[in-house]
């Protein structure tokens, strides 16, 4: 081939096959272009003959190599190509032959079905022997189609076609090329749509991610931890704090109980279209609540499809150490940690396994006080609101979270009270309480019931000298109170609280902040409401019962603790309640001068919100002294609407 004649003969056998196997439509056989199964295997068997020279001679017959590189991406010829290189792979160089790579990887998809998975055989050929020069191009590609609208769109098409063979070629690859697994994931893990991305976008990715584990099991604990992390990363970046009050009705419902069957609808984050002159904070917070909305549904619809046990096990597993790694020591996620909470409902054992981890984690005591305090708290809020925790199982953590709080009595009762030294404590103590609050009827109506909550001795936990009731939220504290004296047989904690009045505590804590804990009660109500429908009937709504509404309908307005801690938003659990000793004197009311409607309207932005009667002001205290609160206006939701707990 060194000779003049050699170099024009591969010329013109590059040239004649393009233009042979070009012809017109009608010449067509099945076997392929240009005639029966049997002429099109001759066709590439002579074709690949010449891309074997060309190949070979690319550096000194620079022109038919063009002409090969060219041809690749013409549409009536790319299958008799790519079938021809398949059988040359060897001789491709990532050097040598970038031009010709360059079209492979820039390769349109939106073609017939067998042009396709000739190109994937052409690929899974380059890699098997070529080892892992070309895996990450090739895997970068595919994963790129993960967000390509035209394939990942089932309106398209190409969807029911292409879809599939995407996995396809990523299944075979990883199956040729031992080493391509650490590097599918990197790419999983960078070409992960960006927070601002389009819902659309998110949730094909997402989607995509969950179908590699189907293929690929291995690969199911890193796309969990990649799939967490990046939900957690939309879930802190909705920041009511950033939103001025009088435009927080506008992005939270107020949360009430489930009356979808009275025909009453919830308001609901993100449910409602961008308006045209809407705030672009606003706008942000609902478009990143509906993502979240989105991706946590297609995770949920995952795991309800795994029809196996076994697996089932498996993801439970896999989620506990992704709880522990990623959810439990973000400060005051809202959603994401409900992914956990729908996988212990499927099984008592799952539900077993999480308290047990989280009971262990706060008695052993071998981790920061951020992530102790963090554990008390999920435990509090997972007894108080899943309806699937059997009576028994709230006996056992109740007694062990009094069980740890009278030995730290023991060690530590002595002492002032301090929310900084002794944070865990109070928050052990309050979460034991919150449970009480919600869980008060099932565990009174066991066998001895009652003389189960007289052993727990909550009395001596609440007289000790680090006075916690002074210290946890008001609200759990008033409703504890309300419980006991409701409840023959119960010790109350009048007198703490009367003896409460008079003491006052320092504002700061000896390690310094604020002498107060910080609240957090991690399944609050959960308002998205694409994957709200997973956890109907498993999630306990706080109800007051109509005693309690009577009850409150006579109290006097009274001052409240009106500290930024104590204002919670987005709660159910609020409670309006005056409170009389044995002389009948007043000693705490918590109460409005507000008339509410009886009726939750659609306001704004479609979210719920409550409405006002003309009687504007709003009174709310503590210990007889009177002072204003809050002054609405008339007919505007209540502000300090959000994410939080126990509060108007």
Same mark, same amino acid.
């Given at each position: 081939? =060194?000779?003049?004649?050699?170099?024009?003969?591969?010329?013109?056998?590059?040239?004649?096959?393009?233009?042979?196997?070009?012809?017109?439509?009608?010449?067509?056989?099945?076997?392929?272009?240009?005639?029966?199964?049997?002429?099109?295997?001759?066709?590439?068997?002579?074709?690949?003959?010449?891309?074997?020279?060309?190949?070979?001679?690319?550096?000194?017959?620079?022109?038919?190599?063009?002409?090969?590189? =060219?041809?690749?991406?013409?549409?009536?010829?790319?299958?008799?190509?790519?079938?021809?290189?398949?059988?040359?792979?060897?001789? $491709?160089?990532?050097?040598?032959?970038?031009?010709?790579?360059?079209?492979?990887?820039?390769?349109?998809?939106?073609?017939?079905?067998?042009?396709?998975?000739?190109?994937?055989?052409?690929?899974?050929?380059?890699?098997?022997?070529?080892?892992?020069?070309? @895996?990450?191009?090739?895997?970068?590609?595919?994963?790129?189609?993960?967000?390509?609208?035209? &394939?990942?769109?089932?309106? +398209?098409?190409?969807?029911?076609?292409?879809?599939?063979?995407?996995?396809?070629?990523?299944?075979?690859?990883?199956?040729? @090329?031992?080493?391509?697994?650490?590097?599918?994931?990197?790419?999983?893990?960078?070409?992960?749509?960006?927070?601002?991305?389009?819902?659309?976008?998110?949730?094909?990715? $997402?989607?995509?991610?969950?179908? $590699?584990?189907?293929?690929?099991?291995?690969?199911?604990?890193?796309?969990?931890?990649?799939?967490?992390?990046? &939900?957690?990363?939309?879930?802190?970046?909705?920041?009511?704090?950033?939103?001025?009050?009088?435009?927080?009705?506008?992005?939270?419902?107020?949360?009430?109980?489930?009356?979808?069957?009275?025909?009453?609808?919830?308001?609901?984050?993100?449910?409602?279209?961008?308006?045209?002159?809407?705030?672009?904070?606003?706008?942000?917070?609902?478009? +990143?609540?509906?993502?979240? %909305? $989105?991706?946590?549904?297609?995770?949920?619809?995952?795991?309800?499809? *795994?029809?196996?046990?076994? !697996?089932?096990?498996?993801?439970?597993?896999?989620?506990?150490?992704?709880?522990?790694?990623?959810?439990?020591?973000?400060?005051?996620?809202?959603?994401?940690?409900?992914?956990?909470?729908?996988?212990?409902?499927?099984?008592?054992?799952?539900?077993?396994?999480?308290?047990?981890?989280?009971?262990?984690?706060?008695?052993?005591?071998?981790?920061?006080?951020?992530?102790?305090?963090?554990?008390?708290?999920?435990?509090?809020?997972?007894?108080?609101?899943?309806?699937?925790?059997?009576?028994?199982?709230?006996?056992?953590?109740?007694?062990?979270?009094?069980?740890?709080?009278?030995?730290?009595?023991?060690?530590?009762?002595?002492?002032?009270?301090?929310?900084?030294?002794?944070?865990?404590?109070? +928050?052990?103590?309050?979460?034991?309480?919150?449970?009480?609050?919600?869980?008060?009827?099932?565990?009174?109506?066991?066998?001895?019931?009652?003389?189960?909550?007289?052993?727990?001795?909550?009395?001596?936990?609440?007289?000790?000298? #680090?006075?916690?009731?002074?210290?946890?939220?008001?609200?759990?504290?008033?409703?504890?109170?309300?419980?006991?004296?409701?409840?023959?047989?119960?010790?109350?904690?009048?007198?703490?609280?009367?003896?409460?009045?008079?003491?006052?505590?320092?504002?700061?804590?000896?390690?310094?902040?604020?002498?107060?804990?910080?609240?957090?009660?991690?399944?609050?109500?959960? #308002?998205?409401?694409?994957?709200?429908?997973?956890?109907?009937?498993?999630?306990?709504?706080?109800?007051?019962?109509?005693?309690?509404?009577? !009850?409150?309908? *006579?109290?006097?307005?009274?001052?409240?603790? *009106? +500290?930024?801690?104590?204002?919670?938003?987005?709660?159910?659990?609020?409670?309006?309640?005056?409170?009389?000793?044995?002389?009948?004197?007043?000693?705490?009311?918590?109460?409005?001068?507000?008339?509410?409607?009886?009726?939750?309207?659609?306001?704004?932005?479609?979210?719920?919100?409550?409405? #006002?009667?003309? %009687?504007?002001?709003? %009174?709310?205290?503590?210990?007889? =002294?009177?002072?204003?609160?809050?002054? #609405?206006?008339?007919?505007?939701?209540?502000?300090?609407?959000?994410?939080?707990?126990?509060?108007?």
């Amino acid at each position: 081939f =060194a000779c003049r004649e050699s170099r024009r003969k591969v010329v013109c056998l590059v040239m004649a096959l393009y233009n042979v196997y070009s012809r017109d439509e009608s010449n067509k056989g099945k076997g392929g272009p240009g005639g029966s199964e049997e002429e099109t295997e001759e066709r590439i068997r002579v074709m690949a003959k010449g891309c074997n020279n060309t190949l070979q001679r690319s550096e000194q017959q620079p022109v038919p190599y063009k002409h090969l590189a =060219a041809a690749i991406g013409d549409k009536q010829t790319q299958y008799l190509w790519y079938r021809s290189l398949s059988k040359c792979v060897s001789l $491709v160089c990532s050097e040598r032959h970038q031009l010709l790579l360059a079209n492979v990887w820039t390769f349109e998809w939106e073609t017939d079905f067998r042009t396709v998975w000739a190109y994937l055989d052409f690929l899974i050929h380059l890699n098997s022997c070529h080892g892992s020069t070309f @895996v990450y191009h090739t895997l970068k590609m595919l994963v790129k189609k993960f967000k390509d609208p035209q &394939i990942q769109n089932p309106q +398209s098409p190409y969807y029911e076609a292409l879809h599939p063979l995407v996995h396809e070629g990523i299944r075979r690859t990883l199956a040729a @090329v031992p080493g391509a697994a650490s590097k599918l994931y990197n790419l999983l893990s960078s070409e992960f749509p960006h927070a601002s991305a389009s819902i659309i976008e998110q949730q094909a990715y $997402v989607h995509n991610l969950l179908t $590699v584990i189907e293929y690929c099991p291995r690969f199911r604990e890193p796309i969990f931890h990649l799939l967490i992390d990046k &939900i957690i990363q939309i879930d802190v970046s909705i920041k009511l704090e950033e939103v001025p009050d009088d435009e927080i009705e506008n992005l939270f419902s107020v949360d009430v109980p489930d009356n979808s069957q009275n025909g009453n609808e919830v308001g609901w984050f993100g449910d409602c279209d961008f308006e045209e002159n809407e705030d672009p904070r606003v706008a942000e917070h609902r478009e +990143s609540a509906q993502k979240l %909305d $989105v991706i946590i549904d297609l995770v949920l619809q995952y795991i309800i499809s *795994r029809g196996s046990e076994k !697996e089932r096990d498996e993801i439970f597993e896999v989620l506990i150490r992704v709880f522990d790694a990623l959810i439990l020591s973000t400060y005051k996620s809202k959603y994401t940690q409900f992914i956990m909470f729908y996988m212990c409902r499927m099984k008592e054992a799952y539900v077993e396994r999480f308290l047990c981890f989280l009971c262990d984690k706060v008695i052993r005591g071998e981790a920061s006080t951020l992530m102790l305090q963090s554990s008390a708290a999920y435990i509090g809020s997972f007894v108080g609101r899943a309806t699937f925790i059997s009576p028994k199982m709230t006996q056992e953590v109740l007694f062990k979270l009094l069980e740890w709080s009278h030995q730290y009595i023991s060690q530590h009762g002595h002492e002032v009270p301090d929310a900084g030294k002794h944070a865990l404590f109070y +928050s052990i103590c309050q979460s034991a309480m919150y449970i009480f609050c919600f869980k008060n009827e099932h565990l009174i109506n066991e066998p001895d019931g009652i003389e189960f909550i007289r052993k727990l001795n909550f009395i001596e936990i609440l007289e000790a000298n #680090l006075n916690p009731l002074k210290l946890i939220l008001t609200e759990v504290t008033l409703e504890f109170d309300k419980i006991c004296r409701k409840v023959s047989g119960l010790p109350t904690i009048t007198s703490i609280l009367r003896r409460n009045e008079n003491i006052v505590l320092p504002t700061k804590a000896a390690w310094g902040g604020d002498n107060q804990i910080d609240s957090f009660f991690p399944f609050d109500p959960f #308002l998205l409401r694409g994957s709200s429908k997973h956890f109907k009937g498993a999630y306990q709504f706080w109800q007051s019962s109509p005693e309690d509404e009577d !009850e409150d309908s *006579r109290s006097e307005s009274r001052e409240r603790d *009106r +500290s930024p801690q104590r204002r919670r938003r987005n709660s159910d659990f609020a409670m309006s309640t005056s409170y009389e000793d044995e002389r009948g004197a007043s000693y705490g009311s918590f109460s409005t001068s507000v008339e509410m409607s009886n009726s939750w309207s659609r306001h704004g932005q479609g979210i719920a919100c409550m409405e #006002l009667s003309e %009687d504007e002001d709003m %009174d709310l205290g503590f210990g007889g =002294a009177q002072n204003d609160f809050l002054d #609405l206006d008339a007919g505007v939701a209540f502000k300090g609407v959000g994410a939080g707990l126990f509060s108007f």
